[in-house]
């Protein structure tokens, strides 16, 4: 690290707000502020105003001769090129290819990186999170969507051309059974362990079972994951099996990991992991039950290291470390 | 590369023999001699044999001053450790760890490095073979088992522990009904496109149906995967959809593999594929088929550039050019 550039900038640019953030070496986020990623109709519109909540930014940390550079986590993200790439939740993106990484590059005048959030989160855990001194993990993230990031040798794993990841994609039930996806393909992981999928499971149990839950105060079409969470942290049994189901997915996913990547251990970042054992424990059971027995009990089962702290920023900041 | 040193040495440790072979840069085999690998009780009875069969054919190139390194593809070879490890199939090393690269190295006085035959094979293809100036791909080995080796950023990929690449055992058919694997787990892609798996369906549909077929003329306990071969060869139906079905199996595992690592080629290696395009076409139908739409058409699915020399032995002796 070049000790006369201290600070990197973070981005995290979500469908909502666009996050910065200065961040220092051990992970600290000295300075921050937002803007609405969606008022904007133009990509050099939204460079322009990203560039106006920087300037001030990098004032407070004395001046762009302190940052050694910028990681922007967005979706669609490619790294290769620097560039979001037909993004269906940006306005100014969702038709067109942005070179983004350039745009920004050329306004502030430092390198700057860009890849998807959950590789951002990868790197994320690796500089100052759970994934510390590790050179083999895979980070699973839970929101809205299933994603992933790969380390493997110390380097995150883009592939070819740049979309490698995708691990909320991979089948695990074939032919008719398999839920839709969003991805316009059946039985993806994504539609069993992310929040959606989990509030999908609770309708579907309630629906099926007469057995008496607290999730059955609500109306079931507006349960959401975090309904599941709560119920199942006050002992609730439909909660629990819910968690059970999405566990025993994830849990066999990361055994067909194992056999790709053989890593040191799976992270998992995002609302579902606040459950802690609750999901923890369902996932690690399966996963023992169900991989190759020369893999058996070597993998670790993390909790992110980055959740209490504003972690899609310093993941992306991560990136600013590179060269 | 030394110049000084124009040549390595590839080991091929199988079931049956040991194959010895002098290799130079440009992957041509200009010595080679064999053992039998069972006739020795002990590890040192086995290294000293194969020195013996070693020493003239090193003689043959100017002696071990013109040696880079060895290297070894052996089942359940750990790269990391440069041992063997309970390897079933091994009467000196079934209920062991035999650090066989050391003892090697010992002997003959050059490094070596030791790894499975399938990680041997994708460092084989990337150094004289299909993969020549690609940094991320996989291979794919369909022999008595299904193996795999992958390259990512260039580099293989060993995993955590040393054993990262077992391709053969993702799940394929999840809960009851998928095949019993030798791994001791159900519905591994092994159990489906082995050749073992091959001749399984084989006798599978002849019973199902009444259709007739070429395969009908052979007991069916004694069809092999070369049968379907030939039959699909002569156009039989059967055959073919033998092939549709085994096709259909490794293309939509390809899918998943892309989602992890998004290689620019899967190759496949072993006697299946000398059916070229009745067992390609498939693979390639079912993996753009089912994949996630932005990997769609971006693989190529090639075979082996290593099929008609000794590849193992090739493949083995790309590890002697590691540092």
């Given at each position: 690290m070049d000790t006369q550039k201290p600070y990197v900038i973070g981005v995290d640019l979500g469908g909502t707000n666009t996050v910065f953030g200065i961040v220092d070496a051990r992970g600290q986020i000295v300075a921050e502020d937002s803007i609405k990623t969606q008022n904007y109709k133009t990509a050099e519109a939204f460079v322009e105003a990203g560039v106006a909540c920087l300037k001030p930014l990098i004032a407070q940390v004395g001046g762009v001769e302190k940052i050694a550079g910028m990681g922007i986590g967005a979706p669609n993200g490619n790294y290769y090129t620097g560039t979001i790439e037909i993004a269906p939740n940006l306005c100014w993106a969702h038709d067109c290819i942005v070179p983004l990484a350039d745009m920004f590059s050329k306004e502030i005048g430092v390198p700057v990186h860009l890849t998807n959030d959950a590789n951002a989160a990868a790197l994320g855990e690796m500089a100052?999170?759970?994934?510390?001194?590790?050179k083999n993990f895979i980070v699973i993230t839970l929101g809205t969507g299933v994603g992933s990031g790969i380390v493997i040798n110390g380097q995150l794993v883009y592939g070819h051309d740049g979309f490698a990841g995708e691990l909320g994609h991979v089948t695990m039930v074939r032919g008719e059974e398999g839920r839709k996806c969003g991805c316009g393909r059946?039985?993806?992981l994504e539609c069993y362990c992310s929040a959606t999928g989990v509030a999908r499971t609770a309708r579907e149990i309630l629906s099926n079972t007469v057995r008496p839950s607290l999730l059955r105060e609500k109306d079931p079409e507006t349960i959401e994951s975090l309904d599941v969470s709560i119920a199942a942290g006050k002992g609730d049994a439909v909660a629990q099996e819910i968690f059970d189901f999405t566990g025993k997915m994830l849990g066999e996913a990361c055994a067909d990991f194992a056999a790709f990547s053989s890593p040191e251990a799976f992270i998992f970042f995002g609302g579902l992991c606040k459950a802690g054992d609750l999901i923890m424990k369902p996932i690690e059971a399966a996963y023992n039950n169900h991989v190759l027995p020369i893999f058996k009990g070597k993998a670790k089962f993390l909790v992110s290291g980055l959740m209490n702290a504003n972690a899609a920023v310093l993941g992306a900041s991560a990136l600013g470390w590179e060269e």
């Open positions: 100052y999170g759970a994934a510390r001194g590790m059946t039985g993806c």
